[in-house]
């Protein structure tokens, strides 16, 4: 299992939206929708924002959207907020019974 | 939500054994029948599963990590315990216990915060 692709860094400003991709391959990422994603600050408990591709847990807030297509899933957040500066990790299902985890990309609010 | 708290050493010698334990609050191991996970996270990379277990102590392994990993669950005390042997530096990280979503297969929704081990002589 090698670990799924994901950028090291982006960064937006207040208001705006940003991407972040999730590349795999058909034995992960493409081949399940089981694609979840995490925010984490340092030095505190890694945050569940998105699960299945699409859903959001309650009290996540609707600027975290969730997609894939192929083989690259990607989380999405809008009207971007000072305090969504954060590492963020995409994580697949990748068949019996295990788990892949992304390199992680480190958001900066300009 | 569960709380999560992990605990054990923070320092192992090299060719121990790391041994960890995750405490569950606000959730129980048995009547929540999910499963309960450890990952890891390296300083400065990314996160790595290690394995999961169910309350009757069904287990998943990382095949990369298998053979010096073992995942336990006592019940009774409403913990689970995470193992790995012939520690070497590479294992030094930040070890994470989380609790699996509804569907297994959904990922973890809830962490502890973390507990680094360094693996120094």
């Known amino acids: 299992q090698s670990a799924l692709t994901q950028p090291r860094s982006v960064s937006a400003s207040p208001g705006q939206s940003v991407t972040i991709s999730c590349s795999g391959t058909s034995s992960e990422v493409g081949g399940y929708n089981y694609i979840s994603w995490y925010q984490e600050i340092p030095g505190t408990a890694p945050k569940l924002l998105i699960y299945?591709?699409?859903k959001r847990p309650s009290g996540v807030p609707d600027r975290f959207s969730g997609s894939k297509s192929g083989n690259t899933a990607s989380l999405t957040i809008s009207g971007l907020q000072a305090d969504d500066e954060a590492d963020y990790y995409c994580c697949s299902y990748a068949g019996s019974y295990t788990f892949v985890f992304g390199g992680g990309t480190k958001l900066t609010v300009l | 939500q569960p709380q999560l708290q992990e605990s054990g050493p923070g320092l192992v010698k090299p060719s121990e054994t790391l041994s960890l334990t995750c405490n569950v609050s606000?959730?129980?191991?048995?009547?929540?029948?999910?499963?309960w996970g450890w990952i890891r996270q390296p300083p400065g990379k990314g996160l790595e599963w290690i394995g999961s277990i169910y309350y009757n102590g069904g287990t998943y392994y990382n095949p990369s990590l298998k053979s010096r990993v073992t995942i336990s669950v006592d019940t009774s005390e409403n913990q689970f315990s995470l193992k790995l042997s012939s520690v070497t530096a590479a294992d030094t990280t930040v070890y994470f216990c989380?609790?699996?979503?509804?569907?297994?297969?959904?990922?973890?929704?809830?962490w502890g915060q973390g507990t680094l081990v360094a693996v120094s002589s």
């Open positions: 989380a609790r699996h979503g509804v569907n297994y297969r959904s990922g973890f929704d809830s």
């Open positions: 299945d591709v699409t």
């Open positions: 606000g959730d129980s191991i048995i009547t929540s029948r999910r499963y």
